[in-house]
């Protein structure tokens, strides 16, 4: 059986996503200036590079970087849930932009939750003891 592991990025640190995949992935497919990826491990590089670059640029480059090098990646992945003792095998990996989807509605915190109901009130019939009174 396969299972799919989704996972949603809503923010990212993209200079340390960059800093950490530099050694696994072909230097060409880098989307940097040679200068920027030989200073890359020093603090701040990185970061003053893309803060010139627009957020939807920056996510751009990384979809591309991550999908040019997925094998590279799967395998890296897989040596590391290995050192960490999981048998794994990771049949594909990529990033792509999530489309606006509503979400799915929460389920209940706690399964005994008992929904709301109308509650009409109900008036006794006449003659009934609860109608009755002392003067009757």
């Known amino acids: ?14 200079a340390g996503l ?8 072909k230097r060409a497919d880098l989307p940097l200036p040679e200068k920027v990826i030989d200073a890359a491990a020093k603090p701040g590089v990185i970061e003053g590079f893309l803060r010139f670059i627009p957020k939807k640029k ?8 991550v999908n040019k090098n997925r094998s590279r990646i799967i395998k890296r992945g897989e040596k ?3 050192g960490w003792g ?10 792509r932009p999530v489309e606006e989807e509503p979400k799915p509605e929460k389920a209940p915190a706690d399964a005994q939750t008992v929904q ?4 009409q009130t109900v008036q006794p ?3 009934t003891p609860s109608e ?3 003067d009757t």
Not at 1 to 14: A, E, S
Not at 18 to 25: A, G
Request: hydrophobic share 50%; glycine share 6%; charged share 25%.
């Open 58 to 65: 920056q996510d751009q480059m990384v979809m591309g970087l």
């Open 116 to 119: 709301e109901e109308t509650v």
């Open 132 to 134: 009755m009174t002392e």
């Open 86 to 95: 999981l048998q794994l095998s990771i049949g594909d990996l990529y990033i």
């Open 125 to 127: 019939a006449p003659g």
């Open 1 to 14: 059986m396969k299972l799919r592991l989704v996972i949603d990025i809503d923010d990212m640190d993209y």
């Open 80 to 82: 590391i849930a290995e």
């Open 18 to 25: 960059i800093r950490i995949l530099i050694p696994h992935i």
